[in-house]
């Protein structure tokens, strides 16, 4: 359930990675990664709450589209071509 304070609609972690239909593990990388920025905002439990905005910007992430070379590098240093969906 989201929390209001101050006027501002606030999200708690399960909410998000529920909303989003990820793992709380990939959630929790992602932050740790810096996906939203330094910023964080958090209730008087210490507890991790989000924003709207922050929601659609994972919600960005999750639909973007990367552009990845097709051949990758074993620890060797050798080309391994990478294997194609059937």
């Given at each position: 359930?989201?929390?209001?304070?101050?006027?501002?609609?606030?999200?708690?972690?399960?909410?998000?990675?529920?909303?989003?239909?990820?793992?709380?593990?990939?959630?929790?990388?992602?932050?740790?990664?810096?996906?939203?920025?330094?910023?964080?905002?958090?209730?008087?439990?210490?507890?991790?709450?989000?924003?709207?905005?922050?929601?659609?910007?994972?919600?960005?992430?999750?639909?973007?589209?990367?552009?990845?070379?097709?051949y990758?590098?074993?620890?060797?240093?050798?080309?391994?071509?990478?294997?194609?969906?059937?």
């Amino acid at each position: 359930m989201p929390v209001i304070i101050d006027g501002q609609t606030y999200y708690r972690t399960a909410e998000v990675y529920g909303r989003l239909g990820i793992a709380r593990n990939t959630l929790y990388r992602w932050l740790q990664k810096g996906i939203l920025g330094e910023i964080e905002f958090r209730d008087s439990r210490g507890w991790r709450l989000f924003t709207q905005d922050e929601i659609d910007k994972l919600s960005a992430a999750i639909n973007r589209v990367t552009k990845t070379n097709r051949y990758t590098r074993n620890n060797s240093g050798n080309t391994l071509k990478s294997i194609k969906a059937k």
